[in-house]
């Protein structure tokens, strides 16, 4: 019974002691997606949907760490989520800020400095979202920079009309306490 006991206190404090020492696993982050039909005033007056935005993105969370400077780095290009790259497709030719973005498929980052932040519209796709070359892009686009009074734990991106049905409104980011936001609209 003695011996019985031993062993099993033994199996209990080696058990303790690897889970102790076993390095935290943290999963992936999950993925978002954000999707609006754009409508055009068409004939008679009449608005029809001429085609969609649609950007999957990864969405981390701060968990208890610093977010601006740390987790979006200061002066260096960032993946603007986690993971594989942000893909921003759009089907029809847009206007984001003052930057002509022709329909197609791209890749979003960001760059954050101590004179403003830029979003970078990128033409390279599908790879992992720390694979950027600067040469691949096509328009770095200024952003505006808000403080947010209550902070958001998970990084988020919104499409929001300006209208209904949408043909104009504003791409915005949230993470931490600050929110980027530029206005877009369909190109003529």
């Not at 058990?15 to 943290?26: E, I, K, L, N």
């Not at 005033?41 to 009449?46: P, W």
């Amino acid at each position: 019974m003695t011996r019985t006991l031993f062993a099993l206190t033994l199996v209990a404090a080696l058990a303790s002691s690897a889970v102790a020492q076993a390095p935290v696993a943290v999963d992936a982050s999950p993925r978002g997606q954000v999707e609006l039909t754009v409508f055009a005033r068409g004939a008679n007056n009449r608005n029809a949907a001429v085609g969609k935005i649609h950007i999957d993105y990864g969405q981390p969370s701060a968990r208890g760490r610093a977010v601006a400077g740390n987790l979006i780095p200061m002066g260096q290009v960032w993946r603007l989520g986690a993971n594989a790259a942000t893909s921003f497709t759009t089907d029809i030719d847009l206007m984001i800020g003052a930057a002509r973005v022709p329909k197609g498929e791209y890749t979003l980052y960001s760059i954050q400095t101590a004179s403003g932040a830029q979003l970078i519209v990128n033409k390279q796709t599908k790879q992992w979202g720390t694979t950027y070359e600067q040469a691949q892009d096509l328009v770095r686009i200024p952003l505006k920079v808000e403080t947010l009074h209550q902070p958001i734990e998970t990084f988020a991106i919104w499409l929001s009309p300006a209208q209904q049905p949408a043909v104009a409104g504003d791409l915005r980011m949230a993470w931490g306490t600050v929110q980027y936001s530029v206005a877009w609209k369909a190109a003529q």
